[in-house]
């Protein structure tokens, strides 16, 4: 299976030229499957709830969600893309699963970073695995990395893959998904963004280095930390489903949830 991700620098609030220009990298790709950057429409920083609100899309009614379900029945792909999300009246920080038959999911941030508290509603349907054929992904972004449940749990539920759109500024996240996919025998696609935003005070600069990481922790691609890029790599999905870790040693069966969730009074 050739599975990538795109790495961009969307300009904030230019949603046409963003989507216009992911599309272009995506048409000349050769993948089954494409995960994008968290935002990767919009742009990351906003300065208000309406700002947020105004740039968000109806899923899978809008313009964005739309123009990803045409290019996935052209292509014969799946695409993974983060977007932001409105629904009576509440906005999201969401990610689309499209593909060759249309529309397949949505998934809302539960692990809001930072202001995004100020203008999104944590997410509040429950992690799913999709079953796309050959392989069954799960999706989590960004912030999500930080809470080692949310890759277990998509794990234990059978995910082979976690699609992970991210907008990172902290340093952290390369080499932690190395650890999320030991302990999970995962595969893990982090679709990150680069460039700086600074429509406030603060200025954001995102780090890069989007990766795809196999099982036992193997790094097959990092990109750089400042350049668009499209990276895709061949990787056997099936070997995610092995969790023996020794002929004595079952990643899942092992586990001895009832004494380390146990907490003294």
């Known amino acids: 299976m050739k599975v990538g991700f795109l790495q961009t620098?969307?300009?904030?609030?230019?949603?046409?030229?963003?989507?216009?220009?992911?599309?272009?990298?995506?048409?000349?790709?050769?993948?089954?499957l494409v995960v994008l950057p968290e935002l990767f429409n919009t742009g990351y920083q906003f300065t208000s709830k309406e700002e947020a609100f105004?740039?968000?899309e109806e899923v899978p009614d809008g313009e964005t969600t739309r123009t990803l379900i045409n290019l996935s029945k052209e292509k014969h792909l799946y695409i993974v893309a983060g977007l932001s999300e409105r629904e009576k009246g509440r906005c999201y920080n969401s990610a689309v699963l499209?593909?060759?038959?249309?529309?397949?999911?949505?998934?809302?941030?539960?692990?809001?970073?930072?202001?995004?508290?100020?203008?999104?509603?944590?997410?509040?349907?429950?992690?799913?695995v999709y079953d796309i054929g050959q392989v069954k992904i799960g999706i989590m972004i960004c912030f999500d990395w930080f809470f080692p449940e949310v890759a277990r749990y998509l794990a234990?539920?059978?995910?082979?893959?976690?699609?992970?759109?991210?907008?990172?500024?902290?340093?952290?996240?390369?080499?932690?998904?190395?650890?999320?996919?030991l302990e999970n025998r995962v595969f893990a696609i982090t679709a990150n963004r680069t460039g700086t935003e600074k429509r406030s005070?603060?200025?954001?600069?995102?780090?890069?280095?989007?990766?795809?990481?196999?099982?036992?922790?193997?790094?097959?691609?990092?990109?750089?930390?400042?350049?668009?890029?499209?990276?895709?790599?061949?990787?056997?999905?099936k070997i995610?489903?092995?969790?023996?870790?020794?002929?004595?040693?079952?990643?899942f069966n092992d586990r001895r949830l009832k004494f380390a969730m146990h907490v003294e009074e």
């Open 9 to 32: 620098s969307p300009i904030f609030g230019k949603k046409d030229e963003n989507v216009r220009n992911a599309i272009q990298l995506i048409k000349q790709l050769d993948a089954d």
């Open 54 to 56: 105004a740039l968000a």
């Open 98 to 128: 499209t593909g060759p038959n249309g529309f397949i999911g949505c998934y809302r941030k539960l692990h809001l970073f930072s202001n995004e508290k100020k203008w999104f509603e944590p997410g509040n349907v429950e992690l799913n």
């Open 156 to 181: 234990v539920k059978g995910a082979d893959i976690i699609c992970h759109p991210a907008n990172l500024v902290l340093p952290y996240c390369p080499q932690a998904m190395i650890t999320r996919c």
């Open 201 to 237: 005070e603060e200025t954001l600069t995102f780090i890069g280095t989007s990766q795809i990481v196999g099982t036992k922790g193997e790094i097959f691609c990092r990109a750089s930390s400042d350049r668009d890029e499209a990276i895709v790599v061949e990787i056997n999905p």
């Open 240 to 251: 995610a489903r092995d969790k023996q870790i020794t002929p004595m040693n079952h990643l």
